[in-house]
């Protein structure tokens, strides 16, 4: 019979182990093995079996361990150790508290649709998700005081096994959040504190909040499944990415308006300071920026534009795929029904929400709503998660600042980084302990890396090699097993892998432009590396396909099949159920690291990084962050042919180069061993890789990055914002509407200039330009020369800027402007001119999407200058 209910019912820990519950309910033990430690200790065997789940550990283990336990004074020695480091964790100042106290938020709200944390809190679905987890983490090490916020999801994404023919199936578990490591968030009288937003035809939907201890950083989770809800309410929260339409509108309700809801009432409980700062990990969660415009207008007395200023200045939006289909649009019916009729909040009229999703610029489509593009109208700084990607999302949504460069167009880039404490391993951090001690104390001293001996790096590999083998024996086994294989046919896996054998891993999520099946181009020649006489590859493979991604289902299934032939499948294997427990198996145990996208349709891409803190070799497509850092010796980079436009083609130039790296660099490389069977010039790389790559794909790098580039910023732009019974909103929402009324008759109307005749390096270019500011004054604008190189078509290449001055006015209001333009470099030279709007409130000078430029491109070009 099936159970109709179930539920978690907690032990009651003896008193002396009452500790042990402190230390579940802090994560900080996903990352900090000495409190793994104790956990096992609790009882190995069954920490294995639990599979390193604390919660269910403490659930499982027997009363009479845990009498016996409250007993051992050495292990309650070791628990008292390990609750006093995690006090002094959580207490003693870091980073963030030496930088300049005025200039830091007081707090930061971070927003994301999902998290990876640990493998044992199962909400997350791929990289965005492993990512904030990572940020939390950092900034909990780095004493950053963020507030994550995101949903609950009661099934969290979902589990992957195998058909007996290599389809891919999906299990929903129940996760019964009390037996998660989440506290109840509640008001000061006990009662559980709820979190209600308004739906059409009066309906309200209601969530209670879980708190998760992140360290140092509180995150907050809301959860649709309480009583109050209707039974359609109660499974808004049910399932990561699972529904669409109006589903996953709710969702993202939920979480943009609903997460800012349960962020006041928290500050309110805890007393921890309101967030500064905003942060919208992609555009889920958009609707933040609504919330809070709602509270300016209602409790500030602001109009909506002033308010909107307020709530840009404090918001920064990361953009995550230049993938279409990744970007969340919904029809504007939908929009309209849920914002509009009798849950139009008076404060927040429907035409303004549907305006600011609304891709209304050429090539646009005018029936949709963009949450990106929402996420971009609401923020003042947003950024891309690559050099690559910024550049790629210049390029795709330029259209919102319409008239500039694309080089104008204000996104900026913060490179990807991944956690150390979760990623690297615990043999590779004791090495680097003994080894170069100053580098693990101060993070700084990478080149001593290269001092490690060869011997014991080797060595270290080799453990992580044959653990991973072990691992992936185990979960073979078990598939096997569950796809319906008896004993008698399984027993080939004992020796299925070989831990001396070049191990290459290849895990992801299996959308299509990640080309799971790119190695299998020719299956031939994949076998003949593989079972390769003298020079043999493995390769372990990994991934799940979205529930509705038939495509998807059907690329793992060719892997699958191929991988379960007799001759081949000692030497390449699918592991079902990629998750962070085995991502954390592979990026540590496998030599080489394997990633072919279609370039440049991955963002970032951070299990690269993982693999290279741990020793690994990169050899990849030059996409995302590779692209950026690949140096010709970290590892190999596959040639793309993205300048390719038949799809077949390029599959098969870029396969064949695979295999040709593989076989005729990696594999010789790997197999190239001295007098001591060690391979001399693979180890070079790989200290190589540690020493260059280590500080740049560290996760605290990245937050460095957000810290300096946008939250102190945004903060500081917040606080112009809001001081002086909010001054500065009132005041730059009344400049931008003079300037947009007045900008049509801003015009550039002549432009002459003077050195052209003569020009050499050196010499200097005197532009004359005649504008007609429209009413404006010259306060309000920057006229500006842009100039440098240009190519061909006379398009000027990245130029650089001079603000032209002394303005002279006519009798008509007309205004001359003078500048000199330095002729700095020989070659081709041009140059323009533009007017632009200029308030030391706006983050850059395209900001407005406005520019005026001279009627006719106006400018001369010369072929040489010398
Ligand atoms: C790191 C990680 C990812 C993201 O890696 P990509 O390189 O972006 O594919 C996805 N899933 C898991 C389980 C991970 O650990």
Known sequence: MKAIRRFTVRTVLPAPLRGLEELVLNLRWSWHHETLDVFRSVDPELWDLVRHDPVRLLGEVS???LAQLSQDRRFLRRLQDAIEDLHEYLGSPRWYQGLDAAARPASIAYFSPEY?????LPQYSGGLGILAGDHLKTASDLGVPIIGVGLLYRHGYFSQSLSPDGWQLERYPTFDPNGLPLTL???????????????PQGRDLHAQVWLAQVGRVPQLLLDSDVEDNDPAARDITDRLYGGGGDHRL????LLGIGGVRAIRAYCRISGHPAPEVFHTNEGHAGFLGLERIRELVSEQGLSFDESLESVRAGTVFTTHTPVPAGIDRFPRELISKYFGGVNEERDVPVDRVLALGAEDYPDGDRTVFNMAVMGMRLAQRVNGVSELHGEVSREMFGGLWGGFDTGDVPIGFVTNGVHPGTWVAREVLELAEREVPALVETGQGWADVRKVPEGEMWRVRGVLRGRLVREARRRLRESWRQRGASAAEISWIDDALDPEVLTIGFARRV???????????????????????TRPVQIVIAGKAHPADEGGKRLIQEIVRFADAEDVRHRIVFLPDYDMALGQSLVQGCDVWMNNPLRPLEACGTSGMKSALNGGLNLSIRDGWWDEWYDGQNGWAIPSADGLSAPERRDALEAAALYELIEDHVSVTFYDRNGSDLPRHWLEMVKHTIATLGPKVLAPRMLHDYVQGYYAPAAASARAMSGDGHAGARSLAAWKQRVLKAWPSVAVEHVESSGEESPHVGARLTVRVVVDLGGLDPDDVAVEVAYGRVDDSDVLIEPSYVDLDGAERFEDGRLRYVGDVPLGRSGSFGYNVRV?????????QAEMGLIALPPAPHGMTNGDLR
Do not use: F
């Open 185 to 199: 968030l509640r008001e000061p009288d006990g009662t559980p504190v709820r979190v209600t937003i308004g739906l």
């Open 116 to 120: 990876g944390i640990t493998a044992a």
């Open 836 to 844: 632009v709007p200029r308030n030391r409130m706006l983050a850059s």
């Open 511 to 533: 959308p299509s432009y990640k080309r799971l099946t790119l190695m299998m181009q020719d299956p031939d020649r994949l076998k003949e590396l593989l079972l390769h006489p």
């Open 250 to 253: 709710l969702q993202e309700m």
């Open 63 to 65: 009363p009479e361990r």
